[in-house]
């Protein structure tokens, strides 16, 4: 358990601070105590919690939730629809420096929608487009919808886009600066969800020296 972050203080930290969610106090006396110097960063940590799930429910903003579906094109290189094993190793890479271990990718592909792909040469036109998704993924869709044609060859089973969004979105309800740490490494400046080329290859670039 962590220390509690009140100067002087050498309890534990049992209580998570609910505004940042990064900060522990070993209780409401050592958080009143600490709220001077805790609150200018305390409030830039809500704010950037605030950039990627909702206050109430924990749910992915539709900024973040865009965000993500553009990262999961980006790392699609076969363009199938969904994330191979390797694809998830290659950002995995980008984010840690390392690629998960085998117990963490059968982890992803236990716990997140995991389909088969399809050939980029075998998907419809936006005008002939059918969704592989049913009726209840669509009330609660996040984006990321995989066309295919009809009689199109399935390909490697991989992560798809709501996966991605589902896995990412229980890190921001709980880490949510671990979540702006990968976010960082993968071409994000801190508290934008711009994407930067120049900035992702920079730190590509860092991670390989």
């Not at 980029?120 to 049913?134: A, H, L, Q, Y």
């Not at 969004?165 to 309800?173: E, T, Y």
Request: aromatic residues 6%.
């Amino acid at each position: 358990m962590p220390a509690c972050e009140n100067e002087g203080c050498d309890k534990e930290g049992s209580s998570l601070c609910t505004g940042c969610r990064i900060s522990y106090f070993c209780g409401a006396d050592c958080q009143r105590s600490a709220w001077k110097a805790h609150k200018k960063d305390c409030k830039k940590a809500k704010e950037r919690r605030l950039l990627l799930t909702d206050e109430e429910e924990g749910q992915l903003t539709p900024a973040f939730a865009e965000a993500l579906a553009a990262m999961h094109a980006r790392f699609d290189e076969d363009g199938d629809g969904v994330l191979s094993k390797d694809e998830i190793q290659q950002l995995a890479a980008a984010c840690n420096g390392a690629p998960f271990d085998e117990e963490e990718i059968d982890q992803i592909w236990e716990f997140h929608e995991v389909k088969a792909g399809c050939s980029p040469s075998r998907k419809t036109t936006s005008d002939t487009m059918i969704s592989t998704k049913t009726e209840e993924d669509k009330e609660d869709d996040k984006g990321g919808v995989v066309a295919v044609a009809p009689g199109a060859e399935e390909g490697v089973e991989g992560l798809t886009c709501n996966g991605f969004q589902d896995l990412f979105q229980n890190q921001a309800a709980s880490r949510p600066e671990d979540v702006w740490g990968d976010l960082v490494c993968l071409g994000y400046e801190l508290g934008s969800l711009e994407f930067s080329e120049e900035l992702f290859a920079a730190n590509r670039k860092d991670r390989q020296q």
